[in-house]
């Protein structure tokens, strides 16, 4: 794909830009790849095990 | 949960030319953003559709949000006849792209993606500079929260 000139800066993604957490980014690029990968399929496991502990929570409340 | 892992190397095991894209491609790059789904960009020759639908056979590929129950076959000629798929597996959530906007089909990404060695296998995915590109012609409103987190990779040296 030719490498075209970037066209300017979208405003909408300069304001998303201010609230990155850069800290985390950094945090990825120290991973490899498969590692970056591992972390995320922890996340989502961990984030399905929210979901059936907040289905329970509601059942239980009735 | 979507298995990378397994998807991936089903995928190279079956010989599938496909690239990597989306939220999955992200992440390679170091995206701290969610994803549930791989989503892949995949060549349309006959032999490849029938590598395709030989890899995922086994584990029960079914349309994704469609009510179960409906007709649906899973073979190359579905392949063939259709362009894009959003399917469930038994693996987790896969789709499969015949093109993506702002970078086009599997032959046309193929000269800029890079080679990933991941989980025992070798696969291509989107550069940072094709994902960025492929996030600003989608122009979603959360594709740009998305694009402003990958223009901060590239800035991070990523």
């Known amino acids: 794909m030719q490498d075209l000139p970037r066209p300017d800066p979208d ?3 300069q304001a998303y830009k201010k609230d990155i957490d850069r800290t985390l ?7 490899t790849v498969e590692e970056r990968f591992r972390k995320a399929m922890a996340l989502a496991k961990f984030a399905e095990e ?4 907040g289905r329970e929570a509601r059942r239980r409340r009735g | 949960m979507t298995d990378f ?9 079956h010989d599938v030319a496909f690239i990597v894209v989306g939220g999955a491609a992200a992440i ?4 701290a953003r969610f994803t549930q789904d791989l989503d892949l960009v995949y060549l349309r020759t006959a032999a490849n559709l029938d590598r395709l639908a030989a890899a995922l056979a086994d584990h029960k590929p079914y349309l994704r949000g469609v009510p179960p129950g409906l007709p649906f076959i899973w073979d190359a000629a579905t392949l063939a006849r259709g362009l894009n798929f959003t399917l469930v597996t038994s693996l987790g959530d896969i789709d499969l792209l015949g093109e993506i906007p702002g970078g086009g089909t599997y032959e046309e990404l193929l000269a800029d993606a890079v080679e990933l060695q991941v989980f ?25 929260e998305a694009l402003a987190e990958l ?3 590239e800035e991070e040296g990523g």
Request: hydrophobic share 45%; with cysteine.
């Open chain 1, 11 to 13: 405003p909408v993604v």
């Open chain 1, 25 to 31: 980014i950094r945090e990825n690029l120290k991973l």
């Open chain 1, 50 to 53: 929210l979901r059936r502990a």
């Open chain 2, 5 to 13: 892992d397994a998807l991936l190397t089903t995928l190279w095991r």
């Open chain 2, 28 to 31: 390679a790059h170091g995206s």
């Open chain 2, 120 to 144: 025992r296998t070798r696969c291509l995915c989107l550069s940072l500079a094709q994902l960025i590109r492929a996030k600003r012609a989608a122009g979603r409103p959360r594709d740009l």
């Open chain 2, 151 to 153: 223009e901060a990779i």
